[in-house]
């Protein structure tokens, strides 16, 4: 039996792309890319508009009248009242005044109250006090923004010079 080999379709082997297959993936390929820009976009529109509204929100915060605690932590006569009156004359309100715990406090410290760092910077900027010495410790019970515990450095501090 012969069998007709012009009646069997003929199979292409490697066949090549016609132009409108060309066409089609070019299209997907600037549609999938235009997709990637617009999710970039987007993200990065939104982390800039968060990281502007902290920044803004970090700032109002640091702009409001800072209220201060005033510990005597070394022992001296007399220096709380010395940095009460130093602190009020640069426009802080300073609502309690009074003795640490112990006076074995050799460095100043300014402790921040709220998780507003940048008041407690504020503090220790106005009183000369390194930024090592400023640290967090939040305390929900206190309606305060920063602590100040007095140490024996106090004389290397503006209120004493």
Known sequence: MKVN??????????????????FLNSIIILLVGLAFFLAYSLVTKTLSIRDSEEIK??????LKIIQVEVLNGCG?????????????????????????????????????RTGNKLNANRVAEALGVDKKNVIQQINQDYFLDVSLVIGKDFNKLLPTN
């Open 57 to 62: 929100s970090n700032q109002e915060k640091s």
């Open 76 to 112: 001296a006569t007399g220096v709380a009242d010395r940095f009460t009156d130093f602190l009020r004359s640069k426009g802080f309100d300073v609502v309690q005044m009074g003795n640490y715990r112990s006076y074995d406090i050799d460095e100043t410290l300014i402790i921040d």
């Open 5 to 22: 080999n012009r009646l069997q379709p003929e199979i292409k082997k490697g066949t090549n792309s016609s132009g409108s297959e060309i």
